[in-house]
């Protein structure tokens, strides 16, 4: 199912059939460009090394060539459409999926729909000005392809609000360009991207475990009865898995840099040779897995349940699962604070689904923790290890919000954890050290000395590529 480049909009869902929708998202087209401009990359550039996406296929989906940066196709493509699909869960399970939008829903689909538009344009507001300190042409280009692709999952969502929520679901489209990340008047809608993004190891952070909520989240969105939802989905889950790539790699190297320093100068203080120590890590991450923790909501939510018994929201691989799909008469055990302890509590299953896709995000997280010790091991250090803490660390959404819980998993009263936190999170010291490292390396083949070179180019080219020309 190949993508029409000809047209202003590249599309593959017969956009010129439907004169008044492709006018609407022609007016809106200027907006998104105005929006780019303003909140989009500051670094000006003559042109980047980027993939674009020309088929919705298995393979060979995408090209990939120099464009200049504001030049880039962004278009709506959605995964080709399975005539026979049925809904697979929940209270319409067996019955044919939706390709309207039914009355009842819509409030519910139309906000679904809105806060993972949010998110998109939020994460390229976050990251816009990253472009001024990339540690090499090979990582800026990565930044730049992230960028692109979060521009065009905002379009995604944006098709599915003008053609399928009336007006209501146009002045829903304006109001995406008009709030902004860590705006005091109008923020984005979920916390974590109201954050900074203000480093390089932020970024990978940030790539690692918030892009993997949005794994996911657009894993369930992908089991939608409203069949457009799914198709969408499915589509930019093929785009992200690079993003999680730019992630997983980015910690692998900073973790290898560490580990080549500690093995070369025999101590654990990395600063006086340009590296992030293995503390500094482990408090990044702990802030931006606990953040991204937030992003799943409650640990119980009735929002939760109605979006899947009314077959708006499904399960992360639903399909796998061993079960009747309705769960209308299952348990799960959830574990929440309780005095000075944490126990588990059972809860109707449906009430407990944000909790049931938090567990499969934490059990994909651990891959990267075992990845990165694996690592540490392979340089010969065996006494440093990195962990995820504990669910309850730091939360600001859900059953732990208000407590205080260490990484470890221990209640404390508000001055233990205030004694705690430097050692937990990242304090403005390390935020400085880690800042002060952030020098660009526009030079092709050259590298920031504080992370390890990545093992591969991109799309098989050489590392010293010309991936970014000024
Ligand atoms: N911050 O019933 P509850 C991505 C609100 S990332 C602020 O517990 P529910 C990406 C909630 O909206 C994926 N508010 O939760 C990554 C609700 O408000 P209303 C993004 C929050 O509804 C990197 C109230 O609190 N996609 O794609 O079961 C780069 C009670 O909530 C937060 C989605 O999230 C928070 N953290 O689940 C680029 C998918 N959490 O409605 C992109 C769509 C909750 O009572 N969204 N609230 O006014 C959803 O599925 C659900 O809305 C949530 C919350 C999972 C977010």
Redesign the pocket.
Known sequence: MSIDYSERIPNNVDLADDRRLQRALESWQPRFLQWWGEMGPTLPTQDVYLRTAIDVGREGWAHFGRVRVPDYRWGIFLAERNPDRRIGFGQHKGESVWQQVPGEHRASLQ???V??GD??P??VEQQRRLGLTAPSLYDLRNLFQVNVE?GR?LWAMVYLLHAYFGRAGRDEAEALLLRNSGSEDSPR?????NEETPDWLSFFM??YF??R??K???G??KESAFDPLSRTCEFMLKE?AH?MFVGTTGVDRVVERAAQLMRAHDTDDLAPFGGISLPVIQKYLNFHYSVSL?????E?????AN?YSSGL?GRWQEDRRRDDHVLAHSVATVEQPEGDRITGVEHPALTA??HDLRDAYIADCETGITRWNRILASHGITGHRLALPHVGFNR???AFAGWHVTPGGRIVDAATWAAGRPSWLPTPADKAYVESLMRPVYEPGKIAAWLAPPRNGINGQPLDYEYVRF
């Open positions: 906000r679904l729909i806060v993972q998110t998109e939020a994460s979060e999952h809608i979920l916390g974590a991207f940030f790539t918030t892009d909520d949005g996911y989240q657009l369930t969105l992200e993003h937030d992003l799943f909501g409650g119980t939510s009735t929002n939760v979006y929201k689904l944000n600001k959404v859900g």
